[in-house]
């Protein structure tokens, strides 16, 4: 079953230290226009060519004298002066001629006729003169090398006569997608099929970094087929990305063929995710193996692609800003791996909270709902919950100071909310995580979240989540803000063609089941259910299998990979399912009463009375929204 | 002398708000492919077209199996499985057929011979699969409206199909530069000429918020063709900037064109500076009329054309990051006007010390020299030296943090030094004013700089410099940084044409003078040698007349504008003139010995120690570098 390649196991510091003092990379300059030359970088100091103004010239819109001829002007004493005599007429900016060194201004001047003034009052020598070189005087600096030039750059360039300047060109990088699997987005998709989007993204992420990506068509699993298109990426560009096959697998062939052409410096890194990079050389072009796993991928580009670019175009390495926050769960680690964890920030309080984003979180995902990173050293067994911990911020502060942190049940009306909240380009978020009821309420005792939308019904009253609320949350005083009312029942393909009635028909017609996570409100249903039937969860082929949201579920209906699920109306309408009803609950969303004055949770609540909301929910049907946005202090 | 125009003072919220409520401006939008969207903004909300994974793969490699196969597996009952009877081999990724539920880590199997394992231990259904939509959910929300989009969501978008995306299209602002003073770069510039560079800076700031530059052929100041030119841009572009002529003087004729083709909405501003700014409206589409003065236009770009580009592409308002600081000098203002006031900052021991940007900064160079603005409330006579003030930045903190403060005395090695600190990609800065010796120990003694250039003769001792510090500098434990030694003298034009030997020739030959600023070494040294000449001022033409460098000296002298001025060997030789010397001198680097300990600092010393900095004071000629780096306590 293929040969066991050991990686190796550089600390992050070390990798990146070997590979740049093994790299023969030279920064490439060129000239360029200035007044293009925005966001570029200097490879030399700027030095001024000519003065400017290159000529005094007026201050003032007003007349250009002889200030020798304005002595004695008072209010008592005017002095008539005529034009072309005594002073000539100027505007701002206008030169002044030699025979003339100070300007009046208009405001100053008592008109006689066409040609002749009065003044009262003298002039100074270089009064109102704006004297040659007063803005940038000929060979003085404007910027050293190694500078990023900006927009007022431009400006004192151009106005010091500099029209062309030398900087770092920016590196043409090669990406080169590989694998057998990988098809190009739009095709038709088959089972096995995996869409290339990496290399797309490392487009995008290349070109934020200062460089210029460039794709070469995917790449089968075949060695020579990747040595010929790693042989001709090197030799156009100035450096290589090769996705994926980093790794030590059967089908891994990047490190070889990377041997072959030219050197492998580093073969595995101690971090996590991203240990099987390969950093390598061909034809002294840095060439880099990245995994193919989306979050490897990131955590590669970010800290080695990001770096060698940075380095090529002559910018100071980037640094997240980051923040202080108090960790809310415990992070287990390896002692083995420097690891990188993507975490959720809210301003719960008046502390920022941080949270792992959870393995439901997905990969891309979890990327796109990362609010920032938390690194845990190598030699570190853990975090403790509670613990004030920096987070390199991939989100604006502010962003984050103005998010709704909303963890608990999933119903697609949050994803409905979240864009309400930014349609007309509001000040406030959400942003959302989907653990279940009782995962929000837990959540809420944590202070992780401002809010937890939960849907649990109490067996013996009959009512919904306040009972909860009274139960798990202790004193501190609470509200709920009623959200909707939704239709519980079994998820089944088009034309139901199990011909399901009944939860009974799922266990007597061994049919194949998808269930929800523990804590999910309704996996909290479904078991209510099973125990009033006298049916034990052994008896349900599927029991076992976990999904996190309503939309999950309905997915693995719909692409007949199980025949049911329970779940809400609108899910199965979402995804063309046919439904059976069970029962009617209660969704609505528990907050600290404090919270509710909140600008953002204000908003939030506007937004669920808003008819806009009502209007999509009648879209996704099955809603009832006669009391959304009522408030329920308890 | 043409008509007086009063232009309105509006408020600038005010006139922003009345501007937005007048624009009938409409959001364009265009759907693009996904890959090449990194930071558009969406226009609508981005929901999931399909699954991702869309179908069970593997998480491992490894085999995949029906867990019930495996039941009752352990260290003690091996099992034994057969290919393609009960597993296939597959690898991290592949698809799980519908007989597998489960798959086993290749780490797990014993090989018992190529067509079979066994295994030790049993697999719970769904173990070591990614199930169906583990990343994203088909219908789920991507991102939301008004949304920029990155690298990662172009990920999970490709990924969730969505190959084309809805967002805000650029607009394309129109640049018209008028004036018939204004010339291309590169042209051959005559006196009266302005080189138009305020176009240029305006399409790279555009590009900056967001939106796309269109420049225009320089428009002379003449009405019609003014008119053509604005009427041919309104129709080509989504806004339309003009500068300049946007004030009430003889030849601004900008507000009457936009009156003519379209309305003007707002003639004024009580802001300095910016104050003449036009809003305006032709054919639907916003006109502003900037005026010419590069700072006025600055401030109108950053406080007007901003947000109208941002409103245009869905862009939330950009805030500049602001930071507390002192304020080092009392800043006066209007009562009538809102002012922005340029700003140094530098860390000085522990606090950040602002200081206003003096006149000597001119106007583009002050522009780039500055690390923030100051915003004065209209309302406000002036803000006191020492009180806390709120600073935007225009550069990252952590540049202001490891920036060297150096206020004093000019040198042209000074701009050799900053650049030296760059050239290798350093991370520190040194950021220079020039305000004279006298002004550099006032400004160590206000806690605004670090370090301060001097070169001040002790008529007593015949010693530079110690005297100065012990004299003004109190009880506060200072060092001297010896720099060099270099010879100062009269700047004259190139071949002496009036034949100078001597500072008394000055006075006989009725000569023009330029003089420094007071608080210059180099005007004291002057001072000193009229009074041992028993010469007065008043006996020397251009007296009056200050600039604040030895090369605004010699630019004046180089360009005829003066027969002679007090400077330094090097400014002479830089510009090429000739130079009669009068004495050595001793130019040090005045610091608190506390600074010292900077690492900043300590890279300051070993620049001006390096053989790299001695080879270009060889260049420049005239300075004596034996003791440069040398410490004196004092």
């Known amino acids: 079953m293929g040969q066991k390649v050991y990686l190796s196991n550089y600390e992050i510091e070390d990798a990146l230290n070997l590979y740049f003092s093994k790299l023969k990379m030279d920064k490439e300059k060129e000239i360029i226009d200035t007044e293009n030359s925005a966001g570029k970088i200097t490879s030399m100091p700027i030095y001024s060519k000519i003065s400017s103004p290159f000529y005094n010239s007026s201050a003032m819109d007003g007349i250009a004298v002889d200030s020798e001829k304005t002595l004695g002007a008072n209010e008592k004493n005017h002095i008539i002066l005529v034009e072309n005599e005594d002073y000539i007429v100027v505007d701002t900016g206008d030169p002044i001629p030699k025979e003339y060194d100070a300007v009046i201004m208009v405001e100053d001047l008592i008109e006689v006729d066409d040609k002749?003034?009065?003044?009262?009052?003298?002039?100074a020598p270089y009064q109102n003169i704006r004297p040659l070189g007063e803005d940038i005087v000929e060979k003085s600096l404007i910027v050293p090398s190694n500078h990023k030039i900006r927009p007022v750059d431009i400006s004192a360039m151009i106005a010091g006569a500099v029209n062309e300047v030398e900087v770092y060109k920016k590196p043409v990088v090669g990406i080169?997608?590989?694998?057998?699997?990988?098809?190009?987005?739009?095709?038709?998709?088959k089972i096995g099929d995996i869409i290339d989007f990496n290399s797309r993204t490392f487009k995008a992420q290349v070109y934020e970094y200062g460089g210029i990506g460039k794709r070469y068509e995917i790449v089968k699993d075949d060695y020579e087929k990747i040595k010929d298109s790693v042989k001709k990426a090197a030799e156009e560009c100035d450096i290589v990305l090769i996705n994926a096959g980093s790794s030590a697998g059967r089908e891994d062939y990047t490190a070889k063929v990377i041997e072959e052409l030219g050197k492998v410096y580093i073969h595995g890194v101690a971090i996590k995710p991203g240990k099987p990079v390969i950093l390598g050389e061909v034809y002294n072009k840095p060439v880099i193996g990245i995994p193919g796993y989306p979050v490897s991928a990131y955590v590669i580009m970010e800290n080695f692609v990001r770096p060698i670019i940075e380095n090529f175009i002559?910018?100071?390495?980037?640094?997240?800003?980051?923040?202080?926050?108090?960790?809310?769960?415990?992070v287990m680690s390896s002692l083995k791996y420097f690891e990188f964890v993507r975490i959720k920030l809210g301003k719960v309080g008046d502390k920022i909270v941080a949270t792992p984003l959870s393995r439901?979180?997905?990969?891309?995902?979890?990327?796109?709902?990362?609010?920032?990173?938390?690194?845990?050293?190598?030699?570190?067994?853990?975090?403790?919950?509670?613990?004030?911990?920096?987070?390199?911020?991939?989100?604006?502060?502010?962003?984050?100071n103005n998010t709704i942190v909303c963890i608990g049940s999933h119903d697609p009306i949050i994803d409905v909310i979240a864009d309400l909240m930014q349609v007309k380009g509001g000040a406030y978020y959400l942003s959302s995580a989907h653990v279940g009821s009782m995962g929000g309420i837990m959540a809420l005792k944590n202070n992780e979240t401002h809010i937890a939308p939960i849907h649990l019904l109490d067996m013996e009253t009959g009512k919904y989540n306040v009972s909860y609320i009274k139960k798990y949350i202790g004193n501190r005083p609470m509200a709920l803000i009623k959200c909707v009312k939704r239709i519980q029942g079994i998820i089944v393909p088009k034309g139901n063609p199990n011909n399901i009635k009944s939860i009974k028909d799922i266990r007597d017609k061994k049919l194949k089941f998808v269930n929800r996570q523990r804590g999910a409100g309704t996996r909290l249903l479904f078991d209510y259910n099973l125990k009033k039937l006298n049916i034990s969860p052994k008896e349900i082929q599927g029991y076992e299998r976990e999904e996190y949201t309503h939309l999950q579920v309905a997915a693995a209906i719909s692409n007949g990979d199980c025949d049911c699920g329970l779940g809400i109306y609108s899910a199965a309408t979402m995804m063309g399912l046919d439904f059976i009803p069970i029962c009617n609950e209660e969704y609505d969303i528990a907050i600290f009463k404090e919270f509710l004055n909140m600008e953002s949770i204000k908003e939030f609540i506007n937004i669920i009375k808003s008819d806009k909301f009502k209007e999509k929910l009648d879209e996704l049907g099955g809603y009832d929204y006669s009391e959304s946005g009522d408030i329920i202090y308890i």
């Open 116 to 123: 002749s003034v009065k003044i009262y009052k003298s002039v």
């Open 176 to 189: 080169i997608p590989t694998g057998t699997e990988l098809v190009e987005p739009g095709s038709n998709l």
């Open 314 to 330: 002559g910018e100071k390495p980037y640094k997240h800003k980051s923040i202080k926050a108090i960790l809310s769960k415990r």
């Open 360 to 400: 439901g979180a997905g990969a891309t995902m979890s990327l796109v709902k990362a609010d920032g990173i938390l690194e845990v050293p190598q030699n570190i067994e853990g975090i403790e919950k509670q613990s004030e911990v920096e987070i390199k911020l991939l989100k604006d502060e502010e962003e984050i």
